[in-house]
């Protein structure tokens, strides 16, 4: 299998669920099309936006297979697969090879904090397992523990790990990893949207967005403007964002994403699973404030 082109706005997409609490596959086709009109560059389905933690495996793997069928190879499917057990995030991956992704995202184990040796150990492990194009992802903000450069080095030289998705709050380590990676055919992707203009600057490719699931061809623009070089023009077109992108996180997320997309008629419910809950009357009040300000609610 050649490895995808993972290269700007790439949405980590949300699940819309119906009134029953079931998976809305037509809510997910409107929004995979959605997409594809904007100028979206990649697909994450079954991320931490995408509430695979509250789907079943086998509800996850039905919604991977949906978003791959509903894309049709117009743009790059990446899974989320991750697990903190080695051999369930393998037995997992292996699922999912036969569904037509072109990559997986696999998440830093969780909630049992094992040593940098132990994380090397475990997507060394995931990799050997598949031939699938594995992308790394590192949030210590959810999982503690963290990857050090020294470990991303070392994971970029197996052959099919081929990305980070990367939302380590320290900007400086964007231009270590791209510098020490560059013979391998590494990319570096952000995990924020607040920081993504500025992880360009430093060698990034592009960025794995919550933003996108709201503002995807605004963004789309935006970051391929800077990755054209043009990082003031990025800027520029950034400002009226600048706030809408810190919005979507006053209350966990996806619930503000959700909020949202279903203002815009994207999806059909804001609905969500506990322990997740719909947006807070204050949130309304908030997102609807600063989504007007930037002229994505009329």
Not at 110 to 139: D, R
Not at 149 to 157: K, S
Not at 228 to 254: C, M, T, V, W
Request: net charge negative.
């Amino acid at each position: 299998m050649s490895n995808p082109i993972l290269r700007g706005s790439i949405v980590a997409i949300i699940t819309p669920l119906d009134n029953q609490g079931n998976v809305d596959y037509q809510s997910l086709k409107n929004l995979v099309e959605y997409h594809i009109q904007s100028g979206t560059k990649g697909i994450v389905a079954c991320g931490t936006t995408g509430e695979a933690v509250t789907l079943s495996d086998e509800e996850s793997l039905e919604v991977i297979a949906k978003v791959v069928e509903f894309t049709n190879k117009r743009v790059p499917v990446i899974a989320g697969t991750g697990s903190n057990c080695t051999a369930k995030a393998i037995a997992y991956t292996k699922k999912v090879e036969a569904l037509g992704v072109d990559a997986c995202l696999t998440v830093v184990p969780y909630y049992n904090k094992p040593s940098q040796e132990g994380l090397y150990q475990h997507f060394k492990a995931i990799a050997e397992s598949t031939h699938l194009p594995q992308v790394l992802y590192n949030v210590p903000g959810r999982t503690v523990t963290s990857l050090d450069v020294d470990t991303i080095v070392r994971l970029a030289q197996l052959p099919n790990v081929i990305a980070i998705k990367d939302a380590h709050p320290d900007l400086h380590r964007v231009g270590q990893i791209v510098s020490r990676t560059k013979d391998l055919n590494f990319i570096h992707l952000s995990g924020e949207d607040g920081t993504a203009l500025d992880a360009i600057a430093l060698g990034s490719s592009g960025v794995v967005s919550v933003s996108a699931n709201v503002i995807a061809r605004e963004w789309a623009e935006i970051v391929d403007v800077a990755l054209q070089g043009d990082y003031a023009k990025a800027l520029e077109l950034n400002r009226p964002y600048e706030k809408l992108h810190a919005s979507l996180f006053i209350e966990p997320n996806p619930t503000p994403a959700k909020w949202v997309a279903h203002q815009l008629g994207l999806i059909a419910t804001p609905n969500q699973r506990l322990p997740l809950l719909t947006l807070s009357e204050a949130g309304e009040k908030k997102l609807t404030q600063i989504f007007t300000e930037a002229k994505i609610f009329k």
